[in-house]
């Protein structure tokens, strides 16, 4: 089972794709997390990655495709997996399918996480993420039990530099620009699911599973 989770950032992409990888028992891969995961290792990756990141632009494609096609290759990848934060172009869709064409497997679903600006603004700036094990919160939204220590591991919690106000507009275009095409592409191949993505945290899961099909259970 290979799920495209899409929507603009701040739409609720990675706390959904959590959600859902849980409950369907397959791999939850985040491509802002693993540029992340090199940033902070400081790896060639994360070099090359980082000013891209930090002025809220796109990392070229051949560097997202090839770093997530070798995540997909692990073995956790077999049963399935929740991809979130890519495919962000449509370059990157093709090349996702090409390889998974040459493998006998296609994406299944495109869900597509709307929300508008407004809310995202508010959003964005609450959103707070652990250091160590990228669980994300939100001050208001989803709060940890104990302020500014993630639940699930007790690391440190902090505010990501491109969920600031101006870089949030800036990837609020970048994802109007390039990521929308890929919205027609999943389209025109008969496996996008739009889903409204305004409510709690539970009701949205709910619209997610359920645009998956009553046979989402059976698929991992
Ligand atoms: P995210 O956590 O998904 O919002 O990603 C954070 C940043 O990582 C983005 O603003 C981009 O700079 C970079 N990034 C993550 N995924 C991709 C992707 N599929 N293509 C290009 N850049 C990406």
Known sequence: MIVVLMGPPGAGKGTQAARLAERLAVAHVAS????????????PL??????????GELVPDDVV????????????????VILDGFPRTAAQAEALAAA????????????????????????????????QCQTPYHV????????G?????????YQRDDDRE????KRLEVYRAQTLPLVAYYRAQGVLHEIDGLGGLDEVTARLLAALGPGVDRWA
């Open 166 to 169: 101006e870089t949030v507009r």
């Open 100 to 131: 998974l064409a040459a493998q006998g497997r296609r994406v299944e679903a495109a869900l597509l996480i709307e929300v508008p600006d407004a809310a995202i603004l508010e959003r964005m700036t609450g959103r707070r993420i652990c250091r």
């Open 65 to 80: 495709v090839q770093m997530v096609l070798e995540r997909l290759a692990r073995p956790d990848c077999r049963r399935g």
């Open 32 to 43: 802002g997390d693993l540029f992340r995961e090199a940033v902070a290792a400081g790896t």
């Open 149 to 157: 220590v993630c639940d699930r591991c007790g690391g440190e919690l």
């Open 46 to 55: 994360g070099i090359q990655a980082q000013t891209y990141m930090d002025r």
């Open 140 to 147: 208001k939204f989803n709060p940890p039990a104990r302020p």
